[in-house]
């Protein structure tokens, strides 16, 4: 597959390409490559997806519980924090929260790998950060991994909060406004298993609440069905 630079006329088919990229988190999902984007991806989306995704977008507030192993985390975590800073252009502030630190910290770099990475458009691939350039993460060419936080080239608007940072049960957030939340896994089988775990994670989302931006800023909630 060849790899190219964007036009800059580009022709009709690479611009409707990129429109339908850019329609919806599950339609830019499979733009990117190892997934639907090469024609052999690891992981697929389908229609169960593209309903999640919908579903999602119907609230302020919404909770997603999604079958394991169905591409969860990677869809309406990772992606989903993708597609959202490349249409909003800088004025995202992007919570992304998890059952531990280091959990949302590997969600927050893999964010930051997929903006540095490609996307395949009419058969081509096309780097990210070209399409969209006010999205390149700043000074972390070459840095791979967990992150805590990280800003775009485009960022805009008042405030101290990085374009993306993190959180989970037990840390504090004091002080950031984001304009929008994706809880992955916030409660799982290990940090719910006695009282005080609980309501340190019943603690962590009443805080987000409390922190959004205004009421309208989305708080999206995914996870998986297990038994306590």
Known sequence: MRRSSPLEVPPLSLSAALSKALSSP??????LPGYDGDGDGRKQFGGLHAEG????????????VFPRNHAKT?????????????RER???????????????????????????GD???????FPVARLFPWARPVNVRGIVGPCKDF?????????????????GPGTSLAGYRPTKAILDDVVNEQNCRTREQRERAIEFIAQVEALM????????????PWAP
Not at 26 to 31: A, H, I, K, M, S
Not at 91 to 116: F, I, W, Y
Not at 151 to 167: A, L
Request: hydrophobic share 40%; with cysteine; net charge positive.
């Open 119 to 125: 996307l395949i458009l009419d058969g081509q691939r």
């Open 74 to 86: 990677t869809l309406f975590c990772q992606i989903e924090a993708v597609w959202t800073l490349v």
């Open 213 to 224: 931006y205004d009421a309208a800023s989305p708080i999206y909630m995914v996870s998986t």
């Open 26 to 31: 599950v339609e830019f999902g499979r733009c």
């Open 53 to 64: 995704s919908a579903f999602l977008r119907e609230h302020t507030r919404t909770s997603l």
């Open 90 to 116: 800088g004025v995202t502030r992007l919570l992304l929260g998890s059952a531990t630190l280091p959990l949302a910290k590997q969600n927050a770099g893999k964010v930051r790998e997929l903006l540095e």
């Open 151 to 167: 800003n775009i080239v485009g960022r805009k608007g008042p405030g101290k909060e990085p374009s993306v940072f993190t959180g």
